[in-house]
């Protein structure tokens, strides 16, 4: 079974800084995919970033990056220029390449402060 | 195109009363699932659907818990009796399974709140 750990419940960062998320996970695949998801208090979870594990290069999306490292199961997220749209619960999750069902850490909530 | 769409958003019952939660995905999407948020935690799933069958239902409590989706479109979460744990945030989510990336699409969710 997968798991995925989230270790820090709540960040906060001033507007226009970077923050950084941390997840970790274990697994005992070699194909898969990893995400990350933004879940504001509309409750409306929106994805935001993935990444396949088979690509060596990080994924960026805009102001979102993330530092991959398989070897160590490591999957974090950079959220860089911060902007108040960006306060949300922040979850990281995992899926089996041949599979459909994700798996997901206990989220770090983001306050981005004026 | 549209999302997927839950009702209601909000629902207040007391406890041992029936509830059910109501879920249209996303056109064309054949994969359905329902997942279980309790407050500050992630999501973990309770039932997937490929069309009409469920094909993982393992999480689901069958003691109180039953879902449906007839003709492979919408579905129908009901639990019956409804306890004090039971509170919580369901979420509904669908994807289009082919090759390739199952990318999940998520709906608002409902809000149950068991008094």
């Known amino acids: 079974a997968q798991t995925v750990t989230q270790s820090q419940p709540e960040m906060s960062v001033q507007e226009a800084e970077t923050v950084t998320l941390s997840c970790t996970y274990d697994?005992?695949?070699?194909?898969?995919?990893l995400f990350w998801y933004k879940q504001p208090p509309s409750r409306q979870m929106i994805l935001v970033i993935r990444?396949?594990?088979?690509?060596?290069q990080n994924a960026t999306e805009n102001r979102f990056s993330v530092n991959f490292q398989k070897a160590a199961k490591s999957f974090s997220l950079k959220i860089s220029d911060s902007q108040l749209g960006d306060t949300a619960m922040y979850f990281c999750?995992?899926?089996?390449?041949?599979?459909?069902?994700?798996?997901f850490g206990g989220g770090t909530r983001v306050l981005v402060k004026p | 195109e549209a999302g997927v769409v839950q009702s209601p958003r909000y629902k207040i019952i007391e406890k041992k009363q029936p509830v059910a939660f109501w879920c249209n995905p996303i056109?064309?999407?054949?994969?359905l699932y329902w997942y279980l948020q309790n407050l500050g935690q992630g999501p973990e799933l309770l039932i997937r659907?490929?069309?009409?069958?469920?094909?993982?239902d393992s999480q689901l409590p069958k003691d109180r818990f039953s879902a449906e989706r007839l003709k492979g479109v919408d579905s129908t979460l009901k639990i019956q009796p409804a306890e004090l744990g039971d509170s919580a945030v369901y979420l509904c989510?669908?994807?289009?399974?082919?090759?390739?990336?199952?990318?999940?699409?998520f709906g608002p969710g409902t809000r149950l709140t068991v008094l």
């Open positions: 989510a669908s994807s289009f399974s082919g090759t390739g990336l199952n990318e999940q699409f």
């Open positions: 999750a995992f899926m089996k390449a041949a599979g459909n069902k994700l798996t």
């Open positions: 697994t005992s695949e070699n194909n898969y995919y």
């Open positions: 659907y490929e069309n009409e069958e469920a094909v993982d």
């Open positions: 056109s064309g999407h054949n994969t």
């Open positions: 990444q396949e594990a088979y690509k060596q």
